[in-house]
């Protein structure tokens, strides 16, 4: 289960709408990640202050497949410096995961 802050509701792992978990005031430790569309890709993050970080499916020579919000994949370029270039704008090995 996870909360898509770009819809404001919980989701199942197939992106389907569920209810919202009850609250518990006895500690529940139990981890929430939340995911969010970000120009159209994917990104998650253990809470909603971030950091948020795309999701990378594999690795081409200078070109890696980032996950799309809509859960296509598109190839984006890598360079040396293990940084993608998503919707503009070149993002460290901190903004992503794989």
Sequence with gaps: M???ITQQ???DGNGQPIDPP???LNGDSE???FVRDF???FQSS???AGPWRFYL???AGDSARAMRYDRSYQSVPIDSRDRVLIAGRWWSR???CH
Aim: glycine share 8%; proline share 0%; no cysteine.
């Design 2 to 4: 996870v909360y898509d």
């Design 57 to 59: 499916a594999g690795f």
């Design 46 to 48: 253990e809470s909603q």
């Design 31 to 33: 981890s929430r990640w």
């Design 9 to 11: 509701r919980y989701i």
């Design 94 to 96: 901190a903004h992503w």
């Design 22 to 24: 009850a609250l518990s």
């Design 39 to 41: 120009e159209g890709f």
